[in-house]
């Protein structure tokens, strides 16, 4: 008579990859926060306040995440979410998704806030399946640029608004 062990889901190496992906930011976070001021005499909360705060969050969301893997929850999507699970994931969405929210921070500096916005935009949109690049840029570019003279209006400064060209 041989016994058979069966794969509970708390066996499942893929099930812990969120609670430790989320436990370790809020880690990371949390020690950042040590290197940041918690109060400020001008504003009153500076900015490790935020970075703590988030941090505190992340890590009891991974900590619930991961009671709830150790339990043997399934996660399904809800029905109001539109996901086909039978579909596998679309790594080109994921990547230009990701390559739009990595890469305007690369850009911000050398070609301005509008620019950089312009090109998040552009590469979120065309992830979800955008097909108007062009529409998709001029959207983002008209947004990003009232974005960036209203927080400039009230004494936030976000760079340069084109670098390359002096202003």
Do not use: C, N
């Given at each position: 008579?041989?016994?058979?062990?069966?794969?509970?889901?708390?066996?499942?190496?893929?099930?812990?990859?969120?609670?430790?992906?989320?436990?370790?930011?809020?880690?990371v976070?949390?020690?950042?926060?040590?290197?940041l001021?918690?109060?400020?005499?001008?504003?009153?909360?500076?900015?490790?306040?935020?970075?703590?705060?988030?941090?505190?969050i992340?890590?009891?969301?991974?900590?619930?995440?991961?009671?709830?893997?150790?339990?043997?929850?399934?996660?399904?999507?809800?029905?109001?979410?539109?996901?086909?699970?039978?579909?596998?994931?679309?790594?080109?969405?994921?990547?230009?998704?990701?390559?739009?929210?990595?890469?305007?921070?690369?850009?911000?500096?050398?070609?301005?806030?509008?620019?950089?916005?312009?090109?998040?935009?552009?590469?979120?949109?065309?992830?979800?399946?955008?097909?108007?690049?062009?529409?998709?840029?001029?959207?983002?570019?008209?947004?990003?640029?009232?974005?960036?003279?209203?927080?400039?209006?009230?004494?936030?400064?976000?760079?340069?608004?084109f670098?390359?060209?002096?202003?």
């Amino acid at each position: 008579m041989t016994s058979v062990v069966k794969s509970s889901p708390t066996r499942r190496p893929s099930r812990w990859g969120l609670p430790a992906g989320v436990l370790i930011l809020g880690a990371v976070l949390l020690h950042e926060a040590t290197d940041l001021p918690l109060a400020q005499a001008y504003a009153g909360i500076g900015p490790g306040f935020f970075v703590l705060a988030i941090g505190l969050i992340l890590t009891a969301l991974g900590l619930a995440l991961g009671y709830q893997v150790m339990k043997g929850t399934t996660f399904e999507p809800e029905e109001t979410e539109g996901a086909d699970v039978s579909r596998p994931m679309s790594w080109t969405g994921f990547l230009t998704a990701a390559a739009g929210v990595f890469l305007p921070v690369a850009l911000v500096g050398y070609a301005g806030f509008p620019i950089g916005g312009a090109v998040a935009y552009a590469l979120v949109t065309r992830a979800y399946g955008s097909k108007r690049p062009l529409v998709d840029v001029v959207i983002g570019f008209v947004v990003t640029s009232i974005t960036w003279f209203a927080f400039t209006k009230l004494g936030v400064q976000l760079g340069a608004f084109f670098p390359p060209g002096g202003f």
